[in-house]
């Protein structure tokens, strides 16, 4: 996001650098203010980053994992303080908050666990021609990672890539969304304290020339999430440094009902995976496609559970408030565009969005080519539309610059759908379950962004391939030489023959 996004910087008068509030997006009241870090401030948590590194990366998998086990026991003792900081900088219910914690601290357990596994030297086979060889690989620290996070999960999130990076053996700056600067904040207050290595985890806050300075200070990856607009202009300028990035933006994920599949369970995800988080999620479905014998109950489902949704900042609440407030006009203009098309809202509609909140709108007979269907809407809204057969379902589902992530319900062909469908992951019979799940990669093809988080691809993602080729004995031919002789040529082409020379039969 940029700084246009949110209130600009003010100045501090009894500091060098001007200074900005994060505000609770339910009432505005001011939840903190932080530093504008420039260039400067950037360019010197990357060199204590930098120094961090090779001591970090010294310890070895064995002599990191206690350390980050010990932020993770920190991150359980304190879990409630800091779900009380995500509700107080993105509104989200407490519950909600609690939940993002519990899967970031999962997935720090997982990467500390499996990192010698994923990432330790081993030997591989050096194959027939060079069986005189030693043949080891491994993956190596980076060294400094940048990583720059959303506001929407603002600990979930931004953790798939730090935790992961730092179990790999690098150092990370971290540049928070500014409207979660304080969780940003508190997540490298708490490495500090539990692991106690200086600089091994920075933060620096600010708007989008934070992020711009934090992708030009010479760091090792940069690894981000958010639009695919600002993805681009990331790339960009990493590229003036070769500097290598990892993006995940936006989605614009599809549930698929086919005629077999558990309705009640259907309507739940859709509802849940829709709406929970305001809408403001990644993975959240957007677009329902429900096969025709079955649409009528499952539209009527869906709908009796959106009415029961509670919108507002009270311990009864379901979702919170939006959390950007430029979202809201985003978010008005695809409900918006949908009924002024011919689609009509059984929840919600045009009076849905308010100052701060959106009420759960369903909409049904929305064309394909409408905003609500096209672009991401980021709000708690769902499209309904009906298929004649699975087949329907998946060309439409698939009809999207996006690619992140999809649900499919279907008792008899749930796993054979989810493989059809061009996204990097598919939950069958649940909704967004993959992104709990730490021993898969998380991440996106087209408009979604590349690269993964999670999962041993996680893993790699930080880390860089080392490969070495130890000559054991001699060579009974020797190859590399301008000694070879025509002699040896000529064994050579034998053996290649004999080798390669055969074609498989069929």
């Not at 304290?193 to 934070?210: I, R, S, Y």
């Not at 391939?465 to 130890?470: E, F, H």
Request: overall charge negative; hydrophobic content about 45%.
């Amino acid at each position: 996001m940029t700084a246009t996004d949110t209130i600009p910087p003010t100045a501090d008068p009894g500091a060098d650098r001007p200074t900005f509030d994060s505000l609770d997006p339910a009432t505005g009241r001011v939840v903190g203010t932080h530093p504008v870090h420039g260039p400067e401030d950037v360019a010197a948590a990357v060199a204590r980053a930098r120094a961090a590194a090779p001591a970090w990366a010294d310890l070895g998998f064995a002599g990191r994992a206690p350390l980050l086990g010990t932020w993770r026991a920190l991150l359980v003792k304190r879990a409630d303080e800091l779900a009380a900081l995500v509700h107080d900088e993105t509104g989200k219910p407490a519950g909600d908050a609690l939940l993002e914690i519990v899967l970031a601290v999962d997935h720090l357990a997982w990467a500390a666990k499996h990192a010698p596994k994923v990432l330790k030297r081993r030997r591989v086979s050096s194959g027939l021609l060079m069986s005189n060889h030693a043949a080891t690989l491994e993956y190596l620290p980076l060294g400094v990672v940048g990583v720059i996070g959303p506001w929407n999960y603002p600990v979930f999130t931004p953790m798939g890539s730090i935790a992961y990076a730092l179990a790999a053996g690098n150092a990370v700056v971290f540049k928070p969304s500014e409207h979660t600067p304080g969780v940003g904040e508190w997540l490298a207050q708490s490495a500090a304290e539990a692991m106690g290595v200086p600089g091994l985890l920075e933060v620096v806050t600010g708007f989008g020339d934070t992020g711009a300075a934090l992708v030009g200070a010479g760091v090792d990856k940069v690894a981000f999430t958010g639009s695919t607009a600002t993805a681009k202009k990331i790339m960009a300028a990493a590229a003036e440094t070769l500097t290598p990035v990892l993006v995940e933006c936006g989605g614009k994920d599809a549930l698929l009902v086919d005629a077999d599949a558990d309705l009640d369970a259907a309507a739940d995800a859709a509802t849940w995976g829709g709406m929970s988080n305001a809408g403001q999620t990644c993975v959240g479905v957007e677009r329902v496609y429900v096969h025709g014998d079955v649409y009528d109950a499952f539209v009527d489902k869906v709908v009796a559970k959106a009415r029961a949704v509670e919108t507002g900042d009270g311990p009864d609440a379901d979702i919170g408030p939006i959390t950007m407030p430029s979202q809201l006009d985003v978010i008005r203009r695809h409900i918006a565009d949908a009924l002024d098309r011919g689609g009509r809202a059984l929840v919600g509609g045009r009076d849905a969005v308010g100052e701060r909140y959106v009420q759960p709108t369903v909409l049904v007979d929305v064309p394909e080519d409408s905003l609500a269907n096209t672009d991401e809407t980021f709000g708690p809204t769902l499209t309904i539309a009906k298929v004649a057969d699975m087949d329907d379902a998946v060309a439409r589902a698939n009809a999207t610059r996006y690619g992140l992530g999809a649900t499919v319900f279907s008792k008899s062909q749930g796993p054979e759908l989810a493989r059809r469908l061009r996204t990097g992951m598919t939950a069958v019979n649940s909704v967004i379950s993959f992104a709990g799940i730490p021993s898969l990669p998380f991440g996106g093809v087209g408009d979604s962004g590349f690269g993964r988080i999670h999962g041993a691809d996680g893993l790699r993602e930080f880390a860089r391939p080392k490969a070495v080729a130890r000559q054991r004995l001699a060579a009974p031919l020797a190859l590399t030489t301008f000694d070879r002789s025509p002699k040896v040529d000529t064994a050579v082409k034998k053996v290649l023959t004999l080798l390669h020379g055969r074609a498989p039969r069929t």
